[in-house]
């Protein structure tokens, strides 16, 4: 009878191939079982970098590059998170920017290296590259008043850009009832040549149509969705109507993927949304509900419904990423070997709060998406209360003045004053990292908090309100040595990518009036690029 072949007895090129198979947690266990386990890991770079990536929530994407060593790719990981903790923001390079009051209207957006830009006031648009590198297509095009769409008797309501996949979406209403959506190349006049049409119908195209009051147009990948607060006489005088579609706008012009509702009068905006990947979608109607869009042939399937501690007035800031917004790994594929884990990344909700001007506030939720990924056992029935799924999952914030911030992957981007009792603003930027390593690789820069905090937040009056308490670990550093706000520049947004910060700042000019100069934004301004 032929011994067995003990585990252990294998060769370790033998052993680190069996251990890449394991969840990245696991491999980290086997460390600690015994000395061989623990030095197979330590001589494989390929071993090291299944963990990294997983600690940092990244996925891989295929590269035709294999010249490159698994250990250069490892240690590039490394060295690039700990990169983010010590940004130099006097480093920067600029692009000067012409900038009218219009142009200060949100959105602006950087995404897919090009600063996208949209006025609903003077119906104009912008698109050009931000300092691209020599693999990105680049896309530069201006659109004059009238030249985004051109059906007679047409409004604009919204419109939507992707880089990525060359994509421009313009929502339209024509006649005030009928809703259209045009589906354009954004390098050309033309209609998008992966499109299934020119343009997606809305369902309601009955002779009876609600009149849209506003409209708000996102994409992620294959989707497209529109979300409408209607003005329907059906309704009683305390509630306004909603309805949000989703298409498929590379496989048909129509959809039957539809949701609607209501919501109390005193709301200014029904309801927002925003794509989390993975064919699933979060619905925020003063609570978060969390949709299935798989089957595009009927309505959204309802997963869960997460409470929130109060009825709120939530805006989404959606997570944004260069390659993992779009469903198709194909323009930047070829120069990238990573992007964010849909499942572990960040989302960002705002609620804002006033008893007066003077008192305005903020309210900013930072949520982990795993949430709204790993259901076991839980119910679509069955609202999920706060408690349950809130403090873990969360961190809260609350900005009293005017402040700014971005997410990209798992990291958060802010701007807001040090001393909030000073009489000029003077942001400085703070960055949080809430990836799992972020307490490795910061490699003693930062700091590191995972003590719970406790926030009051209210309604949207400000009238009743309650103390919450929240523990999502994270990492942040702030780089007070440099203050954006000064006599001569305003910080108007900040963005933040994989490789980059953008803060986008306007010449201020000196009026007076009585007494002393007062300094406002003027028409002239820079996009300043910080490469980390």
């Avoid at 003990?6 to 052993?15: G, N």
């Avoid at 980290?28 to 061989?36: D, G, Y």
């Amino acid at each position: 009878m032929k011994p067995r072949t003990r585990f252990l007895s294998v060769t370790e090129e033998l052993l680190s191939y069996i251990l890449s198979f394991l969840p990245h947690r696991d491999i980290l266990r086997c460390t600690s079982v015994c000395k061989t386990l623990r030095q197979t890991y330590l001589s494989s770079s390929r071993l090291q970098y299944i963990v990294e990536m997983s600690g940092q929530k990244l996925l891989a994407v295929p590269n035709t590059d294999n010249s490159i060593p698994i250990s250069k790719h490892l240690q590039f990981l490394r060295d690039k998170a700990h990169a983010w903790f010590k940004v130099d923001l006097h480093s920067f390079k600029t692009v000067p920017v012409t900038m009218s009051q219009q142009f200060r209207e949100k959105p602006n957006i950087v995404a897919g290296g090009h600063f996208c830009w949209w006025s609903r006031q003077e119906d104009t648009a912008m698109i050009f590259p931000v300092l691209p590198k020599p693999s990105q297509q680049s896309i530069q095009r201006n659109w004059l008043p009238g030249k985004l769409c051109s059906v007679p008797h047409s409004r604009n309501l919204d419109v939507f850009m992707d880089p990525a996949q060359n994509l421009i979406a313009v929502a339209y209403v024509v006649d005030h009832k009928a809703v259209y959506i045009n589906l354009g190349a954004l390098d050309s006049d033309g209609v998008h040549p992966e499109a299934a049409g020119e343009r997606l119908f809305l369902s309601d195209d009955s002779e009876h149509r609600s009149e849209t009051k506003s409209a708000k147009l996102k994409g992620f990948g294959r989707h497209i969705a529109l979300s409408r607060r209607l003005d329907d006489a059906n309704l009683t005088s305390s509630d306004k109507a909603w309805q949000l579609q989703i298409w498929d706008w590379k496989c048909s012009t129509t959809s039957s993927s539809i949701l609607s509702g209501a919501v109390p009068n005193r709301s200014y905006t029904a309801i927002d949304f925003c794509f989390l990947g993975n064919n699933r979608l979060l619905v925020t109607t003063g609570n978060l509900n969390l949709y299935s869009i798989e089957d595009m042939s009927q309505p959204p399937e309802l997963l869960a419904c997460f409470l929130m501690p109060m009825p709120m007035e939530l805006r989404c800031l959606s997570p944004i990423d260069d390659i993992g917004h779009s469903s198709e790994l194909h323009m930047q594929a070829q120069s990238t070997m990573y992007t964010s884990d849909p499942t572990h990344q960040l989302i960002c909700l705002t609620a804002f709060a006033t008893r007066c001007s003077l008192l305005s506030s903020t309210q900013v939720f930072i949520i982990s998406t795993r949430i709204f990924f790993d259901l076991d056992g839980m119910a679509a029935a069955t609202p999920i209360p706060w408690q349950h799924w809130g403090p873990s999952n969360t961190r809260v914030f609350r900005h009293w003045y005017n402040f700014q911030i971005h997410i990209n992957g798992n990291r958060v981007l802010q701007a807001f004053p040090v001393d909030t009792r000073a009489e000029k603003w003077q942001p400085v930027l703070h960055l949080m990292d809430f990836s799992p390593l972020a307490v490795t690789n910061r490699r003693g820069l930062g700091q590191v908090v995972k003590k719970p905090s406790t926030t009051y937040i209210s309604d949207s009056n400000d009238e009743f309100g309650e103390y919450l308490t929240t523990s999502l670990p994270y990492v942040k550093v702030v780089f007070s040595d440099r203050k954006f706000d000064s006599d001569d520049s305003e910080l108007q947004d900040i963005w933040i990518d994989k490789d980059r910060i953008y803060t986008l700042n306007a010449d201020t000019e000196r009026v007076w009036f009585h007494g002393p100069p007062l300094f406002r934004a003027g028409s002239t301004g820079k996009l300043e690029v910080i490469d980390v």
